[in-house]
């Protein structure tokens, strides 16, 4: 296992991080374990070279400073280089190093020097992994250590053999464990930001077909119905001159900025000081109504302002999404219109509206010619008002017969 060197990129910098801060815990270990060589100097009267004892002792804590030094500063990972020329001191520290004893006890005075090599072996297992270097590593480390206490070998020299290679497997589980879950992490973050960037497009998208409904509700619901009168040579009634100076109110504004039209400032706040024909709300809302049950009331205005014979019921117990409100009330308009356009003069309408924040129905029914829904495609503002009611959780059922009203 030899880990990740690169991959410092904004969402691996976790993998990078733990790198460093398994080299860092390897130069912890480095610069501790030094002390251990100094013991052998309390026993000053019985070594052999007292002095060679306190060369030791220099060139272990000059070699542990370097060592923890570049472990710190160095690159995200112990480089080879480093591990290897850690594995080669040691070597030289135990043969020199035991020499300091006599022959016979060298194993009992100079097995201080086991702690301090056994870093080199756990620095094997943090830096190179599990391949043919790093084994041959530590089999270096445990073959010094057997010529460095010829020949006072004994049952510790077993134990100390074990430590060596206890070492490296040990370091070696938990650098792999501690790489495994820093990937992981990783992975995570990789996945959540690119979760993110998806729901930022959905987001766009989503207000983009939001724009694109209160465009074609607009056009549809507000300027064709005039066009449509015009064109066909009708008479400019006073209802049909305010729905004009409405929809031409509501126009500039769409061209200004879309995200104006709100649902409550859509239908439902009595208009926007366009003079004292009723704003462009559609009608005035009733004292005490507010929100939906607001904008209900101007749509059965202003289908009474143009002569239809519509009897209502609105009773709203609270306040749906103002998405859902706008959906509903697009839907409503469009099924009145319907019904103006297609009735052939239908002698009574009602609109039944009932709910609260959690749930909503609403009921436009006409006595008027009928149709047989089976036979007709939906199109026009049905496909976009209808559309608009089933993505946000809604349902719209159309029936009817010829002759028996929708």
Partial sequence: MTGLGGAAGPPWVVVHRTEQRMSRMV???????????????????????????????????????????????????????????????????????????????????????????????????????????????????????????????SLKLGSD?????LWYVVAMLIARELRMLSMATAAAQDAARAAGRVAVEQEREAESLRQREITHREIHDYLLPIVDHVAGGGTPSPALVREARRGAQRARRIIMDPRGLEPRVLDGDGGDGGGGDGGDGGGTPAPGETGFEAMMSAVVDTFADEGLALVPFVAIQGEPPAP????????????????VRHSAGVDEVSLFVDGDAGAVLVVVRDRGVGFDPATVRPGGGMSGSYQAVRRHGGQVLVTGQPGGGV
């Fill in 27 to 153: 130069g912890y270990a480095r610069a501790a374990c030094a002390t251990f060589v100094v013991i052998p100097l309390f026993g000053w009267d019985r070594l052999r070279h007292p002095w060679l004892a306190v060369l030791i002792v220099v060139a272990a804590a000059t070699e542990a400073s370097w060592f923890a030094s570049r472990a710190w500063r160095g690159p995200d990972r112990l480089s080879r280089r480093l591990v290897l020329t850690d594995v080669a001191f040691c070597v030289a520290l135990m043969l020199v190093g035991s020499r300091a004893a006599q022959p016979h006890e060298r194993n009992k005075l100079m097995t201080e020097l086991v702690p301090f090599s056994l870093v080199a072996s756990a620095g094997v297992g943090f830096g190179l992994g599990l391949g043919l270097l790093a084994v041959a590593a530590v089999a270096i480390l445990m073959a010094a250590w057997s010529l460095a206490v010829l020949p006072d070998v």
């Fill in 161 to 165: 053999l074990l430590g060596f290679a």
């Fill in 324 to 339: 859902v409100c706008e959906a509903l009330v697009a839907a409503t308009r469009e099924a009145l219109r319907n019904v």
